[in-house]
């Protein structure tokens, strides 16, 4: 790459990117879980997608049991200490306080939950709950990532042995490669692993699914298999000059991120990231905090219909990255390496079928904009090059096709969930639906059980 940010003292780094909300001190978090008016209607748990009993593991916090509250907790969603960092709890928990209405700040609901999760971890995961007796029974789980463990580890405590197949080297997902490390550390991704395996759970890393491992085989070892796949590489942009040197997939971007090791990671003084979404919007702030002189979002739409959540791209602006709207590339240009982005202004067209108007380019607009990197975040693809291997199994629009209600897919030996049934939401949503997927698993097997 042509005009690499010189590497920095890892110290720097290590400032750059530190954790957005720092855990709260023993007094603060004693003083917060204390404000909760433990409601009765719960508003906030009604918006937790794993439905956590939120004022009963805060009302233990405030005396002073810890190991309550985390059980409480877990209970609910197996992988809570990624959530307490990486969920947009504004959206979801916080943003439904009763405190709100009052005109007053909301209990810090996530950063209590990370005090309990903290605790917990901390002191070596004391054993919480008794698992059931083995059932003679085996699950297949493709994919490590959220879904797939919370999925083994409810199975874990329902008797079942479980196995995951990871096609990485560390299991985790999203969570251990694709979280910004100013939101969390890998480390704290890997805790939920190691979880998982201190519930009994086996996790085959390495292991890629219709490669390395056949799904005829997964069918003869297991009793039901739960897909928990996640998202593939970024979608094309299919303009000319996409393939040259200096062009990067956002999410592989933020994979070599991710780990840490910031002086292996090169970024042009002059970065485009092409996007809108939360995921944009982290590659360019990762960008930026890594030295880069200039990060420009360019952004097809307007600044009301972009996807990513305000206070992440409020986090973006302050770190000093510039938003281009209406505007869309045409083409990249450079002789082998990146050089500008010729863009095009943009007005809103003809609607589509759900009735959102698609951008259309203006004639005569192009323009350039001088970059030595280009980072692509216009969606993922739901990694699924095994699919057409399972029989009868039936795809919409790339997503796995489920029953809402237990998640089983068109064949019945199979259930899904996460990114794979809803083209990628939160971590938390994935977190549901694992642990909704086990039961509805072991549903499925009890009731052939009895045929």
């Not at 197949?165 to 890998?186: F, S």
């Not at 090791?261 to 960008?287: L, P």
């Not at 795809?395 to 030996?413: E, R, W």
Request: net charge neutral; aromatic share 6%; proline share 5%.
């Amino acid at each position: 790459m042509k005009n690499i940010v010189p590497k920095r003292a890892s110290k720097e780094y290590e400032q750059a990117f530190a954790e957005l909300k720092q855990p709260l001190s023993n007094a603060a978090a004693l003083a917060d879980a204390n404000r909760c008016l433990y409601c009765s209607d719960a508003p906030c748990i009604k918006a937790c997608p794993t439905h956590i009993d939120i004022p009963t593991f805060i009302k233990k916090i405030a005396t002073g049991n810890l190991k309550g509250s985390a059980k409480t907790i877990l209970q609910s969603n197996w992988i809570a200490l990624t959530c307490a960092k990486a969920c947009p709890v504004a959206m979801l928990c916080e943003g439904s306080c009763v405190y709100i209405a009052r005109g007053e700040n909301p209990i810090q609901i996530g950063r209590l939950q990370r005090y309990a999760m903290d605790d917990y971890f901390a002191k070596g995961m004391l054993p919480l709950f008794t698992a059931a007796e083995p059932n003679g029974k085996s699950i297949g789980i493709i994919g490590g990532g959220p879904a797939g463990l919370a999925c083994a580890d409810e199975l874990a405590l329902l008797g079942y042995d479980v196995t995951i197949y990871e096609a990485k080297a560390k299991a985790g997902g999203l969570d251990t490669w694709g979280i910004a490390p100013y939101k969390m550390k890998q480390q704290d991704s890997l805790l939920e692993v190691a979880l998982s395996k201190s519930l009994g759970v086996k996790i085959r890393t390495g292991e890629c699914v219709g490669e390395t491992v056949s799904i005829q085989f997964l069918m003869d070892q297991h009793a039901a298999i739960f897909i928990g796949v996640g998202l593939a590489a970024a979608s094309k942009l299919n303009i000319p000059g996409e393939t040259l040197a200096g062009v990067y997939d956002a999410l592989a971007f933020i994979e070599k991120v991710t780990p840490r090791q910031w002086r292996s990671v090169d970024v042009g003084k002059r970065v485009a990231v092409i996007g809108g979404g939360n995921t944009a919007i982290d590659a360019a702030t990762e960008a930026k905090r890594l030295g880069a002189e200039e990060v420009f979002m360019i952004y097809r739409r307007g600044k009301s219909e972009m996807p990513a959540y305000l206070f992440e791209q409020e986090l973006a602006k302050s770190d000093g990255v510039q938003f281009h709207f209406q505007i869309m590339p045409a083409r990249i240009i450079g002789k082998k390496h990146v050089e500008a982005v010729e863009c095009m202004r943009t007005k809103p067209g003809e609607p589509d079928a759900d009735g959102r108007r698609h951008p259309a380019p203006i004639p005569g607009s192009e323009f350039r904009i001088p970059v030595d990197m280009v980072i692509k975040s216009v969606g993922q693809n739901v990694e699924g090059t095994f699919f057409s291997q399972i029989p009868d199994l039936m795809i919409d629009d790339g997503m796995v096709v489920v029953n809402h209600d237990t998640l089983q897919t068109s064949n019945p030996m199979f259930f899904a969930g996460g990114d794979c049934i809803n083209g990628g939401k939160e971590v938390v949503n994935a977190a549901h639906d694992g642990k909704k997927a086990a039961h509805g698993i072991d549903q499925w097997i009890r009731s052939t059980r009895q045929e």
